[in-house]
């Protein structure tokens, strides 16, 4: 099992470019979450979605938007990059139901935005 | 008051030695807790989750304070593989309303 991988792992763009981060697992979690990681702050929530077809808006959703057409895919678009969106991006993927429930972390995608 | 709260640290503590973090919270209605291991440049890793007995496995001790809003990781015998970030995680609701502290890094040194 890979587990939870994202591509790309790395990507320049100059303000104004569109990207699109791909996230998937292969482990047949419902949960799956974007997070970005900037320096002297913790994790914080981009968006979310529990289940296929479904998404939400986490802590910072502003500036991104998210699908999830596949149960085992959640997809992380930013339509109008901006130097502020350089950040590392996790993806993370979780089961439902039990309290104690463990997310399971991509490898991560380093941003930068001139 | 942030809702999670770390000391950054670093710690820098010699192999062999026990060093202990602590972690407050200020959602009193909190639920489920945890510590997370972050390595330089890679992914949050669960290290374990906190039980409200307080829970060990191995060298690693975790305890919830509840009356006090904290958490706490002891580690004993320090190895220099345990040098990492150690982020606090604490959920308080839905799966949504997951918070990750800013993370304590641990320099272990020979």
């Known amino acids: 099992n890979a587990g939870v991988t994202q591509t790309p792992k790395f990507r320049v763009l100059k303000t104004g470019q569109s990207m699109t981060l791909l996230c998937a697992q292969d482990m047949n979690h419902e949960y799956m979450y974007w997070y970005r990681q900037d320096p002297g702050m913790g994790l914080r929530l981009i968006h979310y979605?529990?289940?296929?077809?479904?998404?939400a808006k986490g802590e910072v959703p502003d500036g991104y938007n998210v699908s999830r057409l596949k149960k085992q895919n959640f997809l992380l678009g930013l339509e109008s990059a901006a130097p502020s969106q350089t950040s590392v991006y996790f993806c993370a993927s979780s089961l439902p139901g039990a309290l104690l429930e463990t997310q399971y972390f991509g490898p991560g995608t380093r941003l930068l935005v001139l | 008051r942030k809702e999670v709260e770390q000391d950054p640290g670093p710690f820098n503590v010699p192999e062999g030695a026990t060093v202990a973090f602590n972690c407050t919270y200020s959602?009193?209605?909190?639920?489920?807790f945890f510590w997370y291991r972050q390595d330089c440049r890679k992914e949050p890793k669960l290290l374990m989750s906190v039980y409200s007995s307080g829970n060990e496995d191995g060298r690693f001790t975790a305890q919830l304070n509840r009356a006090s809003q904290y958490i706490s990781l002891l580690i004993r015998d320090s190895k220099l593989s345990d040098s990492a970030t150690y982020l606090c995680?604490?959920?308080?609701?839905?799966?949504?309303?997951?918070?990750f502290g800013i993370g304590t890094k641990l320099q272990v040194i020979p």
């Open positions: 979605s529990v289940g296929e077809g479904t998404t």
């Open positions: 959602n009193s209605a909190s639920q489920s």
């Open positions: 995680v604490v959920r308080s609701g839905g799966y949504q309303k997951v918070t």
